[in-house]
């Protein structure tokens, strides 16, 4: 048995939200280690390299907002950064704080288990390293847990496959190569573009189709970064106030109390402009049906104006949920796509993919000869990484027995039963509904601010009470409820992986107004939490 290291806080990941946490563990003095199974930092950007790679929030909001001298100093190149210089900028942050020192790259976790009688836990590695903490934060991404789907023969193919979400970090060359491309979510809707330019061939494979919307990319320019950089602390403070995170122009009037000329005006304006503020067009877009159909209708309009092939087209536009209810997608050159010679599109809701073959794939219809396949499956968002870990809390319970009927938490914070085990955007948060950087600092700060109290009184152990948790279950399914999310066959509601339980998991109250409930939960001292340690003893409900 390898003796354990002892440190007061272990971290799980060292992507975004692990180098920030961090950051805020040497400014309150505790010995910290970071665990990270990558080779380097970067978390999503690290292992997301596909073609197209990049990121659906403008880069200078993508960013940090903790220190000012940062802010001011790094220079994006383009209006949405590339997946390349995302990483670059996590490579910047980790030289310039020096944080890499302690960081232990290549290790990935196995097993975490809650010791009663210490009030610590303990942290296994795949190499066998152990490590021991008094607490224990979880920043391992909510798209981290790439999915692979179970077509029989996947192993037989004679040619390379690849999975966006773990690319091969030198890359690969589809010159002259027939390529599959499995999957039309975001990270298909980014790589189709680019691997049509150029592969040989390039079929799509489709069950799904999805909203997407032009992102209008361009290069930085002086004038845009100023506008930021001359004003950031009165942006951030706004970016944080909206329902996203993220700082654009929202109109809240309702869709259909203006006329329909004035309707398409706004839709027109806001597809011109580009990005997600699509979906800001009119206040009520996620909440009334026929509200929603008219911005459905308005980008379907624009996929059949764009693909040339009628038919292509229809196959195309989604009807099946409401737009803005799976995260919307941003593009450069998509629908374009399919007016290229060498590109097709399968639809394998009609006709579903049978088997992988030696020679590419069989559906219910056709065989198709590949030289490549291309798996944009997507991942096992939100808990899929953290349920592949052992984590063990009070008794022995595993927390995969506690989420057995889907995740619950207190505040997408701490789960009950797992004491002094913060989760950084987990399930019951804002998370992937908003600005991913915004709602990270925001879970980190709270999450400092809490072990600057436990130091500060001797508490030894914090954990939410099962009331607590139980209450904001029931809030969150309530306010997601009023929305038009749960209509959606989504992956947050985690219906792209078989037998996961179907239960919508992001918070969908808004970051402002999450940011408030945590705050005032801090200012009372810690509602809802038990606190317990040498001199104190304390159930803040």
């Known amino acids: 048995m390898s003796k354990a290291e002892e440190f007061e806080v272990v971290v799980v990941g060292a992507g975004f939200a692990g180098l920030y946490m961090l950051h805020r563990l040497r400014g309150l003095g505790l010995s910290a280690v970071v665990l990270e199974a990558g080779e380097d930092v970067g978390g999503t950007w690290y292992w997301n390299r596909y073609p197209g790679a990049r990121c659906d929030v403008e880069s200078m909001q993508?960013?940090?907002?903790?220190?000012?001298?940062?802010?001011?100093?790094?220079?994006?190149?383009?209006?949405?950064?590339?997946?390349?210089?995302?990483?670059?900028?996590?490579?910047?942050?980790?030289?310039?704080?020096?944080?890499?020192?302690?960081?232990?790259?290549?290790?990935?976790?196995?097993?975490?288990?809650?010791?009663?009688?210490?009030?610590?836990?303990?942290?296994?590695?795949?190499?066998?390293?152990?490590?021991?903490?008094?607490?224990?934060?979880?920043?391992?991404?909510?798209?981290?847990?790439?999915?692979?789907?179970?077509?029989?023969?996947?192993?037989?193919?004679?040619?390379?496959?690849?999975?966006t979400g773990q690319w091969p970090h030198e890359g690969v060359d589809f010159t002259g190569l027939r390529v599959g491309v499995i999957g039309t979510g975001s990270s298909a809707i980014q790589a189709i573009p680019v691997i049509a330019r150029q592969a040989r061939h390039v079929t799509v494979f489709q069950r799904t189709p999805n909203f997407s919307i032009p992102s209008r990319n361009r290069a930085m320019d002086e004038e845009y970064e100023h506008s930021w950089k001359g004003d950031y602390p009165a942006r951030r403070a706004k970016a944080r106030q909206m329902r996203t995170g993220i700082d654009y122009p929202v109109n809240p009037t309702p869709a259909l109390e203006v006329g329909e000329a004035e309707r398409r005006r706004e839709y027109e304006s806001r597809w011109e402009r580009g990005g997600t503020a699509f979906m800001a067009a009119f206040g009520d877009l996620i909440l009334d049906e026929k509200a929603n159909e008219t911005a459905a209708d308005f980008v379907r309009g624009q996929i059949r104006a764009t693909v040339s092939d009628p038919a292509v087209a229809e196959l195309l536009c989604p009807h099946n949920h409401p737009i803005g209810t799976k995260r919307i997608c941003v593009d450069t050159d998509y629908y374009e796509t399919f007016n290229r010679e060498n590109v097709t599109l399968v639809d394998v809701r009609s006709a579903p993919i049978e088997a992988v073959t030696p020679e590419g794939l069989r559906t219910a219809e056709a065989g198709y000869k590949l030289d490549a396949l291309v798996f944009a499956t997507g991942f096992d968002a939100m808990t899929g990484t953290l349920l592949a870990m052992d984590i063990r809390g009070r008794d022995g319970l595993t927390l995969g027995e506690k989420w057995e009927a889907?995740?619950?938490?207190?505040?997408?914070?701490?789960?009950?039963?797992?004491?002094?085990?913060?989760?950084?955007?987990?399930?019951?948060?804002?998370?992937?509904?908003?600005?991913?950087?915004?709602?990270?600092?925001?879970?980190?700060?709270?999450?400092?601010?809490?072990?600057?109290?436990?130091?500060?009184?001797?508490?030894?152990?914090?954990?939410?009470?099962?009331?607590?948790?139980?209450?904001?279950?029931?809030?969150?399914?309530?306010?997601?409820?009023?929305?038009?999310?749960?209509?959606?066959?989504?992956?947050?509601?985690?219906?792209?992986?078989?037998?996961?339980?179907?239960?919508?998991?992001?918070y969908i109250g808004g970051v402002g107004a999450y940011r408030e409930i945590c705050d005032a939960v801090a200012a009372k001292g810690y509602e809802g939490f038990r606190l317990e340690g040498r001199r104190v003893s304390v159930a803040a409900e």
């Open 62 to 163: 993508y960013s940090y907002s903790f220190s000012e001298e940062l802010q001011q100093e790094w220079r994006w190149s383009e209006r949405f950064a590339s997946q390349p210089e995302i990483l670059r900028y996590a490579n910047h942050v980790a030289d310039r704080f020096d944080l890499r020192r302690d960081i232990r790259f290549s290790t990935r976790v196995v097993s975490a288990a809650f010791d009663d009688a210490a009030a610590r836990w303990t942290v296994r590695t795949e190499g066998g390293a152990v490590i021991s903490a008094r607490h224990c934060v979880m920043a391992t991404g909510c798209l981290s847990n790439t999915r692979m789907p179970d077509f029989p023969g996947l192993g037989s193919f004679h040619g390379k496959s690849y999975h």
């Open 406 to 506: 889907g995740p619950v938490t207190y505040l997408g914070l701490m789960t009950a039963g797992f004491p002094n085990l913060f989760l950084v955007t987990g399930p019951g948060s804002p998370s992937v509904l908003s600005n991913m950087i915004v709602s990270i600092e925001q879970h980190v700060d709270w999450i400092a601010g809490a072990l600057a109290h436990a130091q500060a009184r001797g508490i030894e152990t914090m954990e939410a009470t099962a009331e607590a948790e139980a209450q904001w279950v029931e809030h969150g399914n309530e306010v997601a409820q009023r929305t038009l999310y749960p209509r959606a066959n989504s992956w947050y509601m985690g219906v792209n992986v078989p037998g996961k339980p179907q239960v919508f998991m992001p």
